[in-house]
C-alpha cells in the first residue's frame, strides 16, 4: 500500500521551530521530487517547498525562504522539513507529496495535479 504519513506538527509560539516529518511506504521515497504544502482555513492550498530526488535542487515559497529548509535521506525514505522562526501566519495543515511527473523542483512551484501521492497532513499552529 502506498503511503505517506506526515508527523511532528504541533502547537507552538511565535518564534518556535518545529520540523515535520514525511516517512514514505509502498514505494521508495529516491524515485520523487517531494513537496511540502500547506493550507490555511478559507485558503487554497500553497506549495512551500519542494526537493528534488537528491535534494540537489530545491524550491522554496517566498513568504518562508531563508526560515524553512526541506531535506531528505532517501535511504530512510523520508523528507523533513525544518521550519524556523515561526509566524502565526503558518499556522496551516501541512501536507507532504510525491511528484509522479518530474525529479527535480524549480524556482516555481510544481503544478499540484503532478503530485499523486498525499500524506494526512499534519497541523502547525503557530500562536503570537
Known amino acids: 500500500q502506498v503511503q505517506l504519513v506526515e508527523s511532528g506538527g504541533g502547537l507552538v509560539q511565535a518564534g518556535d521551530s518545529l520540523r515535520l516529518s514525511c516517512t514514505a511506504s509502498?514505494?521508495?521515497?529516491?524515485?520523487?521530487?517531494i513537496g511540502w504544502f500547506r493550507q490555511a482555513p478559507g485558503k487554497e492550498r500553497e506549495e512551500v517547498s519542494c526537493?528534488?530526488?537528491?535534494?540537489?535542487?530545491?524550491y522554496y515559497l517566498d513568504s518562508v525562504k531563508g526560515r524553512f529548509t526541506i531535506s531528505r535521506d532517501n535511504a530512510k525514505d523520508t523528507v523533513w522539513l525544518q521550519m524556523n522562526s515561526l509566524k502565526p501566519e503558518d499556522t496551516a495543515v501541512y501536507y507532504c507529496?510525491?511528484?509522479?511527473?518530474?525529479?527535480?523542483?524549480?524556482?516555481?512551484?510544481?503544478?499540484?495535479?503532478?503530485?499523486?501521492?498525499w500524506g494526512q497532513g499534519t497541523q502547525v499552529t503557530v500562536s503570537s
Open positions: 509502498g514505494f521508495f521515497l529516491q524515485y520523487y521530487s
Open positions: 526537493s528534488s530526488t537528491s535534494g540537489g535542487s530545491t
Open positions: 507529496a510525491a511528484n509522479l511527473a518530474r525529479t527535480r523542483c524549480t524556482g516555481v512551484p510544481s503544478p499540484q495535479h503532478e503530485y499523486g501521492y
